[in-house]
């Protein structure tokens, strides 16, 4: 009866010890599922942070650019009357100009989000531009060592703002688009448009009514304007 004592209390001291590691084991285990379902939640949670700033950021564009496209037409529209280019003025000649319109377009850097407006003579020549425009950025990005990404990071945003007939029309047509943006905080810090494509005076006898960025918002770009990208180097030739 003693020695079966014994026994039993030899094997239960020996199981003892197994059972608690068995269930420190099962503890840690789930100890560390809970932590893995409070961080997965917690990068959710930033993940939908980050995705609501950014449809917050590209609604606040939007309206930003849709405002520039309204400002641009009437500027347009008033260039055109100025310089006898009005559907009223002679529809002969307006209906050849209007074949193939300028195009005031509006171009975004899909990894810096700077923003350049720039304008063709016409359709096929907007169409161009845009193939110019994005192989000289895949270039600038080769020679930075990016090559492997350059061909995904080279694709730019493009997107019209106006259209004009004539030349004048169309230069006070971009310089609208140019102050309208820069005007915002939502788009004036990111503008890789570095000058005004008129003067003041010429601007406004030509029809133009929208008015230059104020000196803080200017300051705001000066910094980024200075600074060198991928796309500057285009941007000084783009035209």
Do not use: C, W
Request: aromatic content about 4%; cysteine-free; overall charge positive.
């Amino acid at each position: 009866m003693i020695k079966n004592a014994l026994v039993f209390l030899l094997m239960l001291a020996i199981a003892l010890p197994a059972t608690a590691g068995v269930r420190d084991d099962v503890a840690g285990r789930v100890l560390q599922s809970e932590r893995a379902v409070v961080a997965a939640a917690r990068q959710r949670s930033a993940r939908d942070a980050v995705e609501r700033a950014a449809q917050a950021r590209y609604e606040a564009q939007r309206r930003t650019v849709a405002r520039a496209q309204a400002q641009t037409a009437q500027s347009v529209r008033r260039a055109e009357s100025v310089s006898g280019r009005s559907p009223t003025s002679s529809p002969t000649s307006q209906f050849q100009a209007v074949r193939d319109p300028a195009v005031i377009y509006l171009r975004e850097d899909p990894v810096s989000r700077r923003l350049y407006v720039g304008r063709s003579k016409n359709t096929t020549s907007y169409l161009q531009r845009q193939i110019a425009h994005d192989r000289s950025r895949q270039r600038a990005l080769a020679t930075h060592q990016q090559a492997a990404d350059s061909v995904n990071q080279a694709r730019h945003r493009f997107q019209v703002i106006g259209t004009a007939n004539g030349r004048q029309a169309a230069r006070v047509g971009e310089e609208s688009a140019i102050r309208s943006l820069k005007n915002s905080p939502t788009t004036g810090s990111r503008m890789a448009n570095r000058r005004y494509e008129m003067n003041e005076q010429s601007y406004r006898q030509s029809g133009g009514h929208v008015q230059r960025a104020a000196p803080s918002v200017t300051q705001q770009t000066a910094g980024l304007q200075n600074a060198p990208s991928a796309s500057a180097a285009f941007n000084r030739g783009a035209r």
